[in-house]
């Protein structure tokens, strides 16, 4: 039922992303389609006919030509006065658009400097006593607006330099009446801080009721989609902030939270609405600067969402140009970093194509999520070529990118929400797991409880017998005392488990378990011999009763054939075995000779290479290296045995060579543990050869142990 409900989910969603898509691509198409010709009319050498139409009910972008006044800042009157002395001489420019690049008597302009627009609007009878309006956009970066001689708008201060112009960024809603059935628009417009000036985007005309009803919708659409994105963000926050374990909501809040911000900027700038008097030149750098860095913001939660599947050159190279974006941003004006918009965008568009041929090639391993990223990544992609398309006056839709991130946020948001339910239900079987074991733990205890008290007063005489044989072993030479004191110490748990089983096996305590008590038996008997074997070994090696075979043997040679005997066995346990003799074996043979028993040696070097198996996870690696050095006129072959395990804490690494240490690392089996001999047999094998054993690790990334043996000293050195 759980996996009939989860596809149920799943194909909802993917249903209901699948119809926003349709949706916003239908939309878009339609738009780019009906856009063109939705100005059926246009103004011609700076005349608007609009006496067939009935704007007040119809409201209408204005485009066509305007007259254009290149360097003056005229009045309606001043250009009536030069009408009536000059006639009619002027030049003509086509609105919407930058005089950037407008050519005028042979020379294309620039960006910067000022001008003066206007048109004469030809109403029809039916609108000549309507109260009409305007909707004025952002323009850059300062203007004035005259209606039929009146001003009726100033946003920042026109000026004919630099220092005379306040730029300022605003969106305006003027109201007039006309008084007869000819409408004048003057427009004063000064830029000398972006690249590209003039009115670049459209002025509406309409009835002032239907165009305050349209601009309130926008507004309200857009305060619920900032609103949408800055709560959306603070949450995830807020939900990184009580569980910092998981970076994916740090990642998305931050990219939420910034493009919330970054929404107050656009469209209606519902930012000079809160903060009126906010500088221009801070609120374009928040913009450009959101905009760079939430590429890196992105692509840092990709990966948090799908591991691995982020190249790490495509991660260095998204760190250096970010920043080299954000650094010029930050350091340079206006007028300089608006320049690299196209860059910018190209820097977006391609991350974006790159996330999302990653994403693609995890749907198609059908990775959890990763088919609902790529659909609403295609989305957000749409919608901001758009957002780049229109600023660069290549595309008729207006602002779409924060509607494209509200449906890119939404599908995210229920992603991870999806990620802390399983790991909350994750959470909550392993509780009841532990649970359940826990009651079967105590229940049963409180049925061994009674048989553990009959049976303290044998253990007490047993352990007591132990103890008198002890004390007398004590008298005996040196070798046979350490033996039964590592025997006394070892044995005494395994024996008195494997006594308890058998007792509960006479008992018929759990007469169901006596299979699972017999195979503990067994398994511990394995155990105890195998110690005992050990032990004796080690009680020889301590007191000096094992014979040394020593021969100068070439110890590279000597690590191929141990690496031939053993590659197989480390290869079956599934692990990576790897030889790098390195530049030690191009040397003369005679710098790594080293006098040595090679079976002892042997024994050493085959304890280091099992316990490198045994804390190492499948697809791991065991390396062993061999390394010539000189100290204090000595040289030494260093051999290394390297393993991709979990590592051994710093603070254990001197103890781990004592006879009886063991180190419990966590995830490895209980079948795995060791006697905690192995490496204290190594440090007297090495010793023996006038060597030295060590251990270096972090504890995290596995451990590497060094064994240096002298070489020996051979003439013509």
Not at 510 to 522: A, F, H, T
Not at 647 to 660: A, K, Y
Request: proline share 3%; aromatic share 10%; net charge negative.
């Amino acid at each position: 039922m759980t996996g009939i409900l989860r596809f149920s989910s799943r194909t909802i969603l993917l249903h209901t992303v699948a119809i926003i898509i349709i949706g916003l691509m239908a939309s878009y198409l339609y738009l780019s389609i009906s856009a063109p010709h939705s100005p059926k009319f246009q103004s011609e050498e700076g005349i608007l006919d609009l006496t067939q139409a009935h704007i007040s009910e119809n409201p209408l972008k204005l485009k066509g030509e305007w007259a254009f006044y290149w360097q003056e800042l005229l009045s309606p009157e001043d250009i009536q006065n030069r009408l009536a002395r000059d006639g009619n001489d002027e030049r003509w420019i086509s609105i919407p658009s930058s005089w950037l690049g407008y050519r005028l008597d042979d020379q294309q302009l620039n960006g910067t400097g000022f001008a003066t627009f206007r048109v004469v609007i030809q109403l029809s009878e039916q609108d000549r006593n309507e109260r009409l309006a305007l909707r004025l956009p952002t323009i850059f970066h300062a203007y004035k607006l005259w209606v039929n001689g009146e001003l009726l708008a100033e946003v920042g201060v026109v000026g004919q330099d630099k220092s005379s112009v306040t730029p300022h960024l605003a969106t305006k809603l003027v109201f007039f009446q006309p008084e007869n059935d000819t409408v004048e628009l003057v427009m004063q417009v000064a830029n000398f801080q972006h690249k590209r000036g003039g009115i670049t985007k459209y002025i509406e005309l309409g009835g002032s009721d239907v165009i305050t009803v349209r601009t309130h919708l926008k507004i309200a659409a857009e305060m619920f989609i900032t609103a949408s994105l800055l709560v959306i963000g603070v949450y995830h926050l807020l939900l990184f902030a009580l569980r910092r374990k998981d970076r994916a909501p740090l990642y998305f809040g931050l990219f939420t939270l910034l493009f919330g911000i970054r929404s107050l900027l656009v469209g209606e700038l519902l930012i000079t609405q809160l903060w009126p008097a906010i500088p221009w030149g801070l609120q374009f750098k928040i913009e450009y600067l959101i905009l760079c860095s939430g590429t890196y913001i992105i692509t840092m939660y990709s990966e948090c969402i799908f591991p691995n599947y982020v190249s790490r050159w495509f991660h260095f190279g998204t760190r250096i140009v970010t920043g080299a974006f954000c650094i010029i941003i930050v350091v340079t004006p206006a007028i300089i970093y608006t320049k690299l918009l196209p860059m910018i965008g190209v820097m977006v568009v391609f991350h974006m194509i790159y996330l999302m041929v990653g994403l693609a090639k995890a749907a198609v391993r059908r990775m959890e999520g990763a088919l609902v990223f790529l659909l609403v990544s295609i989305v957000a992609l749409v919608t901001v070529i758009n957002d780049f398309l229109y600023y660069n006056e290549w595309s008729l839709i207006g602002n779409t990118s924060s509607l494209g991130l509200l449906v890119f946020t939404m599908a995210q948001m229920i992603l991870l929400s999806s990620r802390f339910t399983r790991a909350a239900s994750n959470e909550e079987r392993i509780a009841r797991e532990l649970q359940d074991a826990n009651n079967k733990l105590t229940e049963m205890n409180m049925n061994l409880e009674r048989t553990v008290q009959e049976r303290t007063q044998a253990l007490s005489a047993a352990h007591a017998d132990l103890r008198i044989s002890y004390d007398r072993l004590l008298h005996s030479e040196q070798g046979r005392k350490k033996l039964l004191a590592y025997i006394t110490h070892d044995l005494r748990m395994p024996l008195s488990s494997m006594l308890g089983y058998v007792e509960a096996v006479q008992d018929r305590v759990k007469p169901e378990r006596n299979e699972q008590y017999l195979k503990y038996i067994r398994d511990n008997t394995i155990r105890i011999n195998r110690m005992i074997e050990e032990l004796s070994f080690l009680s020889h090696l301590e007191t000096g009763q094992v014979t040394y075979h020593m021969e100068s043997i070439d110890v590279a040679h000597f690590l191929h054939r141990f690496y031939e005997q053993y590659e197989l066995v480390v290869r079956d346990a599934g692990l990576d075995f790897v030889l790098d003799i390195g530049d030690a074996e191009d040397q003369r043979p005679t710098l790594s000779v080293v006098k040595m028993d090679t079976q002892r040696l042997e024994q050493a070097l085959f304890n280091l290479v099992s316990n490198a198996m045994k804390f190492t996870p499948r697809d791991g690696m065991v390396r062993i290296a061999l390394a010539v050095d000189e100290v204090n006129h000595t040289r030494y072959a260093i051999i290394s045995v390297q393993d991709s395990g979990t590592g051994i804490p710093p603070e254990q690494l001197e103890q781990i060579f004592d006879r009886n240490y063991r180190y419990d690392q966590p995830g490895v089996e209980k079948g795995l543990e060791g006697s905690g001999l192995g490496l204290a047999i190594c440090r007297e094998i090495v010793q023996a050869h006038g060597g030295t054993i060590r251990a270096e690790s972090d504890g995290k990334t596995g451990a590497i142990f060094y064994v240096s043996l002298p070489c020996t000293v051979e003439e013509g050195r």
